[in-house]
DNA sequence: GTAGGGTTAG
């Protein structure tokens, strides 16, 4: 067939998907944590040995100091005009060199978080270089200048920074330490922050509720996928411990739970939550589908009095929108009103979102019409928003009139749109309409994603179009973008189509290899086919994907599984499952795989495999133990193993039939004459009793 | 006088 062989040739090079998206760094760097290197830039905080309780330079200051403190009378006017001639000036070192003087350490802050804010990272460097080297830093100095470096992903100077702090209580203060971790943390350098952080307990950091949602910045990671590094991270975080314990349980949780860890965390720890903490705790309850948490948080943080500003309001109206729940919502839109919180653009859209998940088409068409007139339906979200719903409740003309609607606006579209009419015209089995969209979407855009390109793939493979889905592989990978669960169970349901099974089987083994784990029915099928096209190994292979990734899996399959293997003469595999899942095993397949095993399997095994199907339950009859015995008369050399079964036999109530016993004794030259003779009649006592108990039974 | 987060779509 010619597909095939365009599978063929193309498999390593179109299939591979080879090119995983890096994730971020999370090695701890060694140089990290060195020592701190000796100081280059002196400064006159730490050899002077003060600073008071403003983080200022006290005692025995230097020349530059003296100078400031000598003119204490520097009016506010004057330190007023020197900043902003420092901000204003596109020559900072003549700036500085002019106005400088006359600024103490907190005006030049002033200065730095300006070109902060504006982002004008050289202007920062070069001042704070400047503040060392005339002495004006104090501790707010550093945790400003350390966020602003690390902002850039720059952890790496960040840290050496923090590390060439001198002295003792900047570098043990807790808005510096914070900054530092934070830094590492928004580089992915999870495992670095965590040593620096025990580092810095040690030498007396007293973590407070800044550094507990600095950490908590990683739910946000979690969310975006980088899941691995952060749930271990986070795990250990929540812990808190000095030792890392219960790193196990990581898989077993979700972020929620963690977060509620953290949250008993904090509490015990008898810190006072805040706006901010409340602000992500109910982001994160609302995202995993906890309404009721969010609300609970919401209220808990009313009653301590703080007012929920528009972003706390968006996400307890986004937990709202899970189980759509309008009434709630129009509530909450009446309380921000009175509160004066301005309805903006996403408090809308989440409303939409509401209404949509409520299923009030109208009333979600009147808020559509009501976001274009106030200029808040200029991208995509709130059309996609109302196409999904409806797309999903059945309306797909409606949803395609949205579509055809957005279109004809120019509205700005990233692809979403497409996707979601794509699918939904796939699940409508408007399949050749899907397709002519996935071939609009590709002429008109080049800009791809994983979800994009799944519904581009399930168009085309519904509508058969072979070429289509190599094409779309073939980008998928040179746009670096990793397959995900639903790229896999795609194309294994589309090799399964073509009959291309032992592709579907590579596929499947891809998607193992990747961590994905297939869902139970498509890999049964896949077992099947590759049983019933004699690819016995590979169907096996995939049996014991779904064996390992799933505590219980359908019974049927151990038996189906068995019946392959001993088709394809794999009777050790089929030993292995036979005594793992006897009870899910009927009697007829053990007798099918016992009969075969006593012919063709390993020798050495069966009186193995006689046993052990017996400790399962099953009552072994006379033709195995006859196919057994005829063996081992075959090959003399185990006659050893004979006597050990005949030996056996008797203690569990079996004995050999008289046409067995006859071969025994016609071969009774391999044996030694008493042996064989003693043990034959307790074989006769054994069969003389089963008899008459027998007939007493009848 | 310094550090942290957060809302909507496939």
Redesign the pocket.
């Known amino acids: 067939m010619e597909v095939t062989t365009v599978f063929g040739n193309g498999f390593q090079s179109v299939f591979c998907f080879s090119t995983i998206r890096p994730i971020k760094n999370s090695q701890p760097s060694t140089a990290a944590f060195a020592t701190p290197p000796p100081q280059t830039v002196s400064t006159s905080t730490s050899s002077n040995g003060g600073i008071n309780k403003?983080?200022?330079v006290r005692s025995k200051p230097t020349n530059v100091s003296r100078k400031v403190s000598r003119n204490p009378s520097v009016s506010h006017k004057t330190r007023e005009s020197a900043i902003q001639d420092i901000q204003n000036s596109s020559e900072l070192a003549s700036a500085l060199l002019r106005s400088g003087e006359v600024l103490k350490a907190?005006d030049l802050?002033v200065v730095l978080?300006h070109f902060g804010k504006l982002n004008r990272r050289k202007d920062i460097c070069q001042l704070f270089d400047w503040m060392r080297e005339h002495g004006k830093t104090?501790?707010?100095s550093y945790?400003?200048y350390i966020?602003f470096i690390g902002r850039d992903s720059n952890s790496m100077k960040a840290l050496e920074i923090y590390n060439s702090i001198k002295d003792e209580s900047t570098r043990n203060?807790?808005?510096v330490c914070?900054?530092t971790l934070?830094c590492l943390i928004k580089s992915g350098k999870f495992e670095s922050s965590l040593k620096l952080f025990n580092q810095m307990k040690q030498a007396g950091l007293i973590p407070?509720?800044?550094t507990y949602?600095?950490f908590?910045?990683l739910?946000?990671f979690v969310k975006e996928g980088l899941r691995r590094n952060a749930e271990t991270f986070l795990w250990n975080l929540i812990l808190f411990p000095e030792q890392l314990l219960l790193v196990g349980c990581v898989k077993a949780k979700g972020g929620y739970f963690k977060a509620m860890e953290l949250v008993r965390e904090i509490k015990s720890r008898g810190l006072p939550m805040?706006?901010?903490?409340?602000?992500?705790l109910i982001?994160v309850c609302?995202?995993n589908n906890q309404c009721e948490e969010a609300e609970k948080y919401f209220n808990e943080m009313k009653s301590e009095g703080h007012s929920p500003?528009?972003?706390?309001y968006?996400?307890l109206l986004?937990a709202y929108a899970v189980d759509g729940n309008y009434k709630k919502a129009d509530e909450l839109i009446e309380e921000m009103r009175s509160a004066g919180v301005v309805l903006n653009?996403?408090?809308l859209?989440?409303l939409l979102?509401v209404y949509v998940k409520g299923g009030l088409f109208e009333k979600s068409r009147e808020l559509l019409d009501e976001l274009q007139a106030l200029g808040y339906a200029e991208?995509?979200?709130p059309y996609?928003?109302l196409m999904?719903g409806l797309a999903k409740s059945g309306k797909l003309t409606e949803a395609k009139s949205i579509f055809d609607e957005m279109r004809q606006k120019d509205v700005k579209n990233?692809?979403?749109s497409y996707?979601?009419m794509i699918?939904a015209l796939c699940r409508g089995r408007l399949i050749e309409e899907a397709k002519q969209l996935a071939c609009e979407f590709e002429i008109k855009y080049d800009k791809y994603?994983v979800?994009?390109l799944n519904s581009m793939l399930c168009a085309y493979c519904r509508s058969g179009e072979m070429e289509n889905v190599m094409k779309t592989m073939k980008k998928m990978d040179e746009s670096a973008i990793s397959p995900d669960w639903n790229t896999f169970h795609i194309l294994i349901k589309y090799f399964c189509k073509e009959r291309l099974y032992l592709l579907a089987y590579r596929t499947i083994e891809d998607m193992h290899r990747k961590g994905h784990h297939p869902e139970e029915n498509l890999a049964t099928t896949l077992v099947n086919h590759l049983g019933k096209t004699g690819a016995h190994a590979e169907a096996f292979s995939v049996y014991n994907m779904l064996r390992y990734s799933k505590r219980t899996i359908n019974k049927a399959l151990h038996e189906k599984i068995v019946h392959i293997l001993v088709a394809g003469g794999l009777l050790k595999d089929a030993y292995v499952v036979v005594k793992d899942q006897a009870k899910s095993i009927s009697q007829s397949v053990i007798k099918k795989f016992a009969t075969s095993f006593m012919r063709k399997g390993n020798i050495n095994l069966v009186n193995d495999v006689i046993k052990s199907i017996h400790s399962s339950g099953y009552e072994i009859d006379q033709d195995i133990f006859h196919m057994a015995i005829c063996r081992y008369i075959e090959q003399s050399e185990k006659k050893e193993l004979l006597l050990h079964l005949l030996q056996w036999m008797p203690g569990q109530d079996y004995s050999v039939d008289s046409s067995t016993r006859n071969l025994i004794l016609t071969n009774s030259h391999l044996f030694e004459d008493h042996s064989i003779t003693e043990l034959l009649s307790k074989h006769y006592t054994v069969s003389k009793t089963n008899k008459s108990h027998e007939r007493r039974t009848r």
């Open positions: 403003h983080g200022e907190q802050n978080r104090n501790i707010a945790s400003s966020k203060n807790v808005s914070n900054s934070y407070d509720i800044v949602s600095t908590s910045s739910f946000k805040d706006m901010v903490v409340y602000g992500t982001s609302a995202s500003n528009v972003f706390h968006s996400s986004n653009k996403v408090i859209t989440t979102k991208d995509e979200m996609c928003l999904d990233d692809g979403y996707s979601i699918s994603d979800v994009i």
